[in-house]
């Protein structure tokens, strides 16, 4: 069991694995409850064609993401605006464009072999700026999820009362998107531009499975990221697999695993309103 | 102060942009009053609660706002899979006097907790929002409003879909509610309670009639909601909506 921990790129490994599901986990349980999995995914996939120039141009490949996002952030904005054209439609447009640019670059017959890998991600080679950049994610995500709790919590039940309460939803959203293309700089690298979004979307949804609370929500998806992150590295070692992918098979074990316990809550809850009901 | 003027509104044209939807809509809500707010769908009645509530800003008129003010939405609008309790919900009122950086602590969850008591729901306060009847839940969303100290609270259709022991529970909560001074404005369909309240504002795109209930004669109501009126056995008055009005 500990013998993969003897080598030191399944340390690293399992450092980056661990602070990046800590992250995701936590952030992706406000991106589940918001909604907002086509907007992870669409993220995702808009910062490809900046990893690729920045793989290209050989410096850190997070210099090549975070004008990526913003790029990408602008062009939704603009497209949204054209007539007839409603905002999914725009986020479609914008980052399937994006998206297919990256492949072209990454696929060209110029560019270097192994660009492809960016797809996919290399979670079993992460560097010290990797490992600083996730690790100054948690904090930066603890932080701002702390102090958000409240008005993320309201805002997300009742949108439309928000501004009764003194909450600028407009702005509680905003600041969602802004942590969550933040937490997608960084772990892109890490997770791959396929599968980055499995890690936010697949522990939250497990999380929400097993949990009718946010507060434990939260912890049980962060549990579940990690956890399930580390299986992924074991099966990677054991296997032979690809690291990203393995990943995000665990993940969706998990997943597939806590799909009982949603249908028993739901069983329970009729009994639950009835015996309400007889109370008063 | 029972006389008090909470709303003062005179004049008012409201819109969303465009040319006004509502407008000439003039009336003061009182402290421990209780107005009804009548119209069909569409008439402005949600546009009007919202100038309230300062999401609005009047395009002629005056509006003056004297207390802070509490929403009590339609539950079928809120989500009903959110995981939150109903005291999760009660302590969200606390939100509004808590700086941005500050998240509700033990003691806004005990003022939550006495607000679910003052709703009767003090015993359920642990359980899952989305599984509360209609009306718990509509009494929630009041505790909310009260944490949240509201003079006012605005209430947008509260008895739709609720049995009548659920009905008459709440409208004796509003009662309650009256009688410690604060002011109610509900959004209704229902005439027979209307009658029971202090005042009425009937709205269809402009004002049609305020006053007490006494002002609900046959032309105001025909000039509110468009002639769909129906006298009920014992001379009460009802409306009929156009969705009910294609089964008959």
Known sequence: ?280 | MPDRALIEADGLALGYGGPAVVEGVGFTLRAGERLALLGPNGGGKTTVLRAVLGELRPLAGELRVGTRCGVVPQTERSRLDYPVSALDVATMGSLSRLPWWRRPGRRERREGLEALGRVGLEALAGETFGELSGGQRQRVLVARALVQDAGVLLMDEPFAGLDRTAAERLEALIAALASEGRGVVIATHDLGQAARWDSVLCINRRQVAVGPPAVLSREVLEATYGGEIVALPGGERAIVSPHHHDHE
């Open chain 1, 1 to 280: 069991m500990l013998e993969p921990l003897q080598d030191t790129f399944m340390q690293r490994a399992v450092a980056e694995m661990t602070l990046l599901g800590l992250a995701a986990g936590a952030l992706g349980c406000w991106v589940v409850l918001y909604e907002f999995s086509y907007a992870a995914e669409s993220l995702a996939h808009a910062v490809f064609p900046g990893l690729v120039l920045a793989a290209l141009a050989g410096v850190p490949l997070l210099l090549g993401a975070a004008p990526a996002i913003l790029l990408a952030a602008l062009a939704i904005a603009l497209a949204s605006r054209a007539p007839g054209v409603g905002r999914e439609t725009a986020v479609a447009v914008v980052v399937t464009t994006l998206f297919g640019l990256g492949v072209l670059l990454a696929l060209s017959p110029q560019s270097p072999p192994g660009l492809q890998s960016l797809l996919f991600g290399d979670i079993l080679g992460p560097t010290d700026t990797d490992l600083a950049a996730a690790a100054a994610l948690v904090v930066v995500v603890a932080v701002a999820l702390r102090l958000l709790h409240g008005q993320l919590l309201a805002t997300g039940f009742d949108r439309d009362s928000a501004a009764a309460l003194g909450l600028a939803a407009g702005r509680v959203e905003a600041a969602l998107l802004v942590l969550l293309a933040t937490a997608t700089v960084v772990a892109v690298q890490g997770l791959g531009n396929l599968l980055v979004v499995a890690a936010f979307v697949g522990p939250a949804a497990t999380a929400r499975n097993l949990s009718d609370r946010v507060g434990p929500m939260i912890a049980i998806a962060a549990a579940t990221a990690v956890l399930a992150g580390i299986a992924g590295l074991y099966l990677s070692y054991y296997a032979g697999t690809a690291g990203g992918a393995s990943v995000a098979l665990a993940i969706l074990t998990a997943y597939l695993l806590s799909l009982p316990a949603r249908g028993l809550r739901a069983r329970r809850a009729p009994d639950r309103a009835r015996v309400a009901t007889t109370i008063l």
